[in-house]
């Protein structure tokens, strides 16, 4: 399945951004979804990851309450509502996928990024 990421940009401490991730071959049924980012000079993590149909989700600590994962499984997207975004929010953002286990595990598929700046 391949993967594109959109939605970032630049944005205001405290201000709000909505990612979204679409595949342009394929179907996002039952794929365990997600999103990671990168900063500058630090490792890929986790952000945050959905089943499919959807029923659960998780999140990494320091955005739980800020940030809400979505999907549209009629629209094949999975959305990341990026909620009183702060500057250590800033870092590429990549949308992730997987069919047999939870992206926390495993990620089979790799959106290309989109970068998500936090001005303080």
């Known amino acids: 399945v391949q993967l594109q990421a959109s939605g970032g940009g630049l944005v205001q401490a405290g201000g709000s951004l909505r990612l979204s991730c679409a595949t342009s071959?394929?179907?996002?049924?039952?794929?365990?979804m997600g999103w990671f980012r990168q900063a500058p000079g630090k490792e890929r993590e986790f952000v945050a990851g959905i089943s499919y149909p959807g029923t659960k989700k998780t999140y990494t600590g320091s955005v739980k309450g800020r940030f809400s994962i979505s999907r549209d499984n009629v629209e094949n997207t999975v959305d990341l509502q990026m909620n009183s975004l702060k500057p250590e929010d800033t870092a590429i953002y990549y949308c992730a996928a997987n069919r047999q286990t939870d992206v926390q595990t495993q990620v089979a598929f790799w959106g290309q990024g989109t970068q998500v700046t936090v001005s303080s």
């Open positions: 071959q394929g179907t996002l049924s039952y794929y365990y």
